[in-house]
Nanobody, 122 residues
Framework: QVQLMELGGGSVQSGGSLSLSCVGSGYITSGQCLGWFRQAPGREREGVAQIDGDGRTTYADSVKGRFTISQDNINHTLFLSMDSLKPEDTAMYLC????????????????WGQGTQVTVSS
C-alpha cells in the first residue's frame, strides 16, 4: 500500500520561498505519476503540479514560473519548490500518487498524503 507524508510547510511573507517534500513508501518501482494539490478553506482542491514517470511536468496556470516539481526516484521523495509566494498561495498542500506511469489530463490520483499547511502573509 502506498503511503505519503508531506514535510516542509510553514509561514512566509509575500515574495518569499518555501520548499515542500513528500516521502513515499510502497511505490511501483518502475515509476508513476506524482503530484501536488492544495486546498484553501472554503475552496475546492486544486491541482498545482504533476510529474510523470519520464519526468515530464504539468503546472496550474496560477503557479507557472514560480513553482517547480521534481522527484528523487531512488529515495521515493517528491519535491515542490515555491518562489515568489503570494497570499493567495495560502492553503493546505497535499501530495498524491497515481497507479499509472503517465499523468492524466484530468489530474486523477489514487493515493493522498495528509497535507502540510503553507501560509503566506502580505
Amino acid at each position: 500500500q502506498v503511503q505519503l507524508m508531506e514535510l516542509g510547510g510553514g509561514s512566509v511573507q509575500s515574495g518569499g520561498s518555501l520548499s515542500l517534500s513528500c516521502v513515499g513508501s510502497g511505490y511501483i518501482t518502475s515509476g508513476q505519476c506524482l503530484g501536488w494539490f492544495r486546498q484553501a478553506p472554503g475552496r475546492e482542491r486544486e491541482g498545482v503540479a504533476q510529474i510523470d514517470g519520464d519526468g515530464r511536468t504539468t503546472y496550474a496556470d496560477s503557479v507557472k514560473g514560480r513553482f517547480t516539481i521534481s522527484q528523487d526516484n531512488i529515495n521515493h521523495t517528491l519535491f515542490l519548490s515555491m518562489d515568489s509566494l503570494k497570499p493567495e498561495d495560502t492553503a493546505m498542500y497535499l501530495c498524491a500518487a497515481s497507479r499509472t506511469y503517465y499523468c492524466s489530463r484530468a489530474w486523477l490520483f489514487d493515493y493522498w498524503g495528509q497535507g502540510t499547511q503553507v501560509t503566506v502573509s502580505s
